[in-house]
């Protein structure tokens, strides 16, 4: 079981671009917050992942040591693809220099370097189970104590590539593009615990859905389940963290994820006090 506080949720979608090149619906000062240094190695994802952690701020004390979890599945994979894209047209190899800048991982390290941070970075790709997974991690770092703060970013933007992969085992779901960035703090307004399994055989309803249990001892029974058909963690991500900001004192919201082969995780936060005043979404 963990313990934490909440800030502040937000949302970049750009738009239901389902893997196209163009992603007409970016934020129209994009490029103002998060300015055009590196941009060969920035794709939309990572440039949506800087937007977010840029303007987003929050005074998070004395402490610089903020971790940066990234839950993805794809990542800024389409910069890799950009590059085989162009070797491909141009009819010659690429350098491997290009390559160490624009790995999937490279998100996280341009946050982290762009936010100030020196506390730790990692990107989490657990399939659709990832955002359950990038929550572990996020509030392991703050349990042990290695960092004040951690900065959750849950999401995809899919470039045709990327879609078509999603296709081969969730061929149903729709990728929507967008990511979810959320501060989780050190505190105790909320304690969080996880569950992971496996049936060995597949989920026969929705990917991932979040519902809302009622205080324990009150008759109220758990809400039903809303489903999330889209293959993007985001959505759901920021759905439930929407809901663990509304909870009352001793209610719990839960998001559970199901993946095709079987496996499943859980999380279920519960609060433990009245709301905190800085606790809001945009």
């Known amino acids: 079981m963990f313990e934490f506080t909440l800030g502040p949720v937000a949302l970049c979608a750009p738009g239901p671009t389902d893997g196209q090149d163009e992603h007409a619906g970016l934020p129209p000062d994009l490029h103002e917050v998060i300015g055009t240094a590196g941009d060969r190695f920035r794709d939309p994802f990572t440039r949506i992942c800087l937007y977010l952690a840029l303007g987003c701020s929050e005074t998070t004390g004395e402490r610089d040591d903020d971790t940066v ?155 039903e389940p809303v489903p999330f058909v889209e293959r993007n963690s985001a959505f759901a991500t920021r759905a439930f963290l929407d809901l663990v900001h509304t909870l009352a004192p001793a209610e719990a919201a839960a998001l559970e994820c199901h993946a095709p082969d079987g496996r499943h995780a859980t999380v279920t936060v519960t609060r433990q006090h009245a709301n905190s005043t800085n606790g809001r979404s945009l």
């Open 69 to 223: 979890v990234i839950g993805t599945e794809y990542g800024n994979t389409a910069a890799l693809v950009g590059l085989q894209r162009e070797a491909a047209t141009k009819g010659r190899l690429l350098s491997a220099q290009n390559f160490p800048n624009a790995t999937s991982s490279s998100a996280s390290a341009f946050v982290n370097l762009r936010i100030g941070s020196t506390g730790r970075n990692m990107t989490i790709n657990a399939g659709v189970l990832t955002p359950v997974m990038a929550m572990w991690q996020a509030l392991s770092a703050l349990d042990q104590d290695r960092s004040a703060v951690s900065r959750l970013l849950i999401g995809d933007v899919y470039a045709p590539e990327a879609a078509e992969d999603a296709a081969l085992d969730t061929g149903d779901a729709p990728c929507t593009d967008g990511v979810a960035h959320a501060f989780l703090r050190k505190g105790a307004e909320f304690t969080a615990e996880f569950v992971f399994g496996a049936t060995g055989e597949p989920h026969p309803g929705p990917v991932r859905s979040v519902h809302r249990a009622g205080a324990l001892g009150s008759e109220a029974g758990d809400a």
